[in-house]
Nanobody, 119 residues
């Protein structure tokens, strides 16, 4: 059974930093794409950052560019999201997700971790 477990969320003041972790288990994700999404109250879920295990390429949304960094540790099957210079508008539940074997859809999701940024 595939499991994604996020950790590292919490309450932080504006300008602060947090690092989220997503530990994957159940199968090897060495050829897959994993991403971080977030959903704020009353808003649609949006993608924040993506990493391809195959070639290590990464990307982040324009709204977090220069502040957030996605990285991964293949040996630990863990993806990280380093969040710096946090703003109140970054407040959301952050989810880790992984694409399935077809590479077309995000088939696996974590339970989410709350990030709250106070002004």
């Amino acid at each position: 059974q595939v499991r994604l477990v996020e950790s590292g969320g919490g309450l932080v003041q504006a300008g602060g930093s947090l690092r989220l972790s997503c530990a994957a288990s159940g199968r090897t994700f060495s050829n897959d794409v994993m991403s971080w999404f977030r959903q704020a109250p009353g808003k649609e879920r949006e993608i924040v950052a993506v990493i391809s295990w195959r070639d290590g390429s990464t990307g982040v949304a324009a709204s977090v560019k220069g502040r957030f960094t996605i990285s991964g540790d293949n040996a630990k099957n863990t993806v990280y999201l380093q969040m710096n210079s946090l703003k109140p508008e970054d407040t959301a539940v952050y989810y880790c997700a992984a694409k399935g074997t077809t590479g077309l859809t995000y088939d696996y999701w974590g339970q989410g971790t709350q990030v709250t940024v106070s002004s």
